[in-house]
């Protein structure tokens, strides 16, 4: 009975631990296009954006905010308000976060996050938007 309870134990806390870490893979994916985007990458934006590559308007508009916010420095990410606090199963949701640079004052975006799979097996994180900058105290839309 013990061990029924130890690998019962082990199988939620394993559960968990992924659940918990799609969070930081989500953080990650969402820092690698800031940085692409803040570098004037805007074709490594398009490739990073989930589909964008065959949407004209995500391209261009990958160009138009690779260009204008384009910024000299290391990204300093200020906050990040996940797409979801949690969830143990896919999840479509929107992610705010708030960034700047030395050179750039705070900027505010919204990435359109796609968290899919299961805790069984293996959750994943595809951006699927990014938005142009948003007013300081505006929140973003439920989907872009």
């Known amino acids: 009975m013990a061990v029924l309870g130890l690998l ?3 199988a ?5 631990a992924r659940v918990l870490s799609v969070n930081g893979a989500e953080q ?11 570098r004037g990458d805007a074709s490594e ?15 261009a508009d990958a160009r138009a905010t690779a260009s204008r ?8 990410l200020v906050r990040l308000d996940a797409s979801t606090s949690f969830s143990p199963a ?6 705010r976060v708030v960034w700047k ?6 900027i505010v975006q919204c990435v359109d996050v796609h968290r899919g799979g299961d805790v069984f097996s293996g959750l994943t994180v ?7 900058p948003i007013g300081h105290q505006a929140a973003c839309p439920s989907a872009l």
Do not use: E, Y
Not at 28 to 38: E, G, H, M, T, Y
Not at 126 to 132: D, I, N, P, Q
């Open 8 to 10: 019962a134990f082990l």
């Open 12 to 16: 939620i806390s394993l559960g968990l």
């Open 28 to 38: 990650s994916a969402i820092l690698d296009l800031l940085r692409a985007q803040a």
């Open 45 to 59: 934006m398009v490739r990073q954006i989930d589909g964008c590559a065959q949407r004209p308007s995500c391209v």
């Open 69 to 76: 916010l384009r910024a000299s420095g290391k990204l300093v």
């Open 90 to 95: 896919g999840h479509d949701g929107v992610a």
């Open 101 to 106: 640079t030395p050179t750039r004052t705070t």
């Open 126 to 132: 595809r951006l699927r938007a990014l938005s142009r």
